[in-house]
């Protein structure tokens, strides 16, 4: 079997899985609509400018991924999966078959996360450069993925599993958290295309030393 159908099947295990238990959508879910429903019930009728939307609108993102995205490996772990995988897959196939599944629940996140936002903040929460936001959402779920799959591995193996994540994944996507705050403020504003690209370089470069450094480490996380 190449390594494409391999890391193929894998996803579609992930994917039936879940779609089978509904753990992490559940989870994703009801912490979405709580975050949304705090920050809505905290604001009342003030109307937050576009800086403080999109800083609200990533951090419901983050902390709503640390609650869904760390069960990657730990469910792995929990069904006594690990060793199977380990002896019919390749580390690289593994990797990147969970990265995939990572990026498809962020971007499945992120759409609930952006429809609630319209619809409660449907008079501020309005993109008017919606170029600038597709890529910072496409660019942002790829490197959330990139970081949650190499931290969900190293968590696995750890005994304190549930306070581990949050420690370790806000310092290493804090740079990222920022950038896509920022492009998704443009967004907001109506600034041009143009204006964004240095945020997009560093979303760029963001996701490559992540997924570079993940695969050289991967090899050694999983078979340790």
Request: no cysteine.
């Amino acid at each position: 079997m190449s390594a494409f159908s391999s890391t193929y099947s894998l996803i579609l295990k992930d994917v039936q899985s879940e779609l089978r238990t509904r753990y992490a959508l559940n989870a994703l879910l009801m912490f979405v609509v709580t975050a949304v429903a705090t920050i809505l019930f905290a604001l009342r009728s003030d109307q937050p400018n576009s800086t403080v939307l999109a800083g609200m609108y990533w951090v419901v993102v983050f902390f709503t991924a640390m609650s869904g995205l760390s069960r990657i490996f730990v469910s792995e772990e929990e069904r006594g999966t690990t060793m199977t995988l380990q002896l019919v897959a390749s580390p690289s196939v593994v990797y990147f078959g969970k990265l995939l599944f990572n990026t498809l629940l962020t971007l499945a996140l992120i759409v609930a996360v952006t429809v609630l936002y319209t619809i409660v903040f449907s008079g501020s929460f309005v993109i008017k450069t919606p170029s600038i936001f597709f890529v910072t959402v496409g660019l942002g779920s790829l490197g959330f993925a990139s970081a949650a799959t190499i931290i969900a591995a190293i968590v696995a193996k750890a005994n304190t599993r549930g306070t581990l994540y949050p420690v370790l994944s806000f310092p290493i996507l804090i740079v990222l958290l920022m950038t896509v705050m920022n492009a998704t403020t443009r967004a907001l504003d109506g600034e041009p295309f143009s204006e964004a690209l240095g945020d997009f370089q560093v979303l760029v470069g963001y996701f490559l030393v992540m997924i570079g450094g993940s695969y050289l480490l991967f090899d050694f996380v999983w078979k340790d």
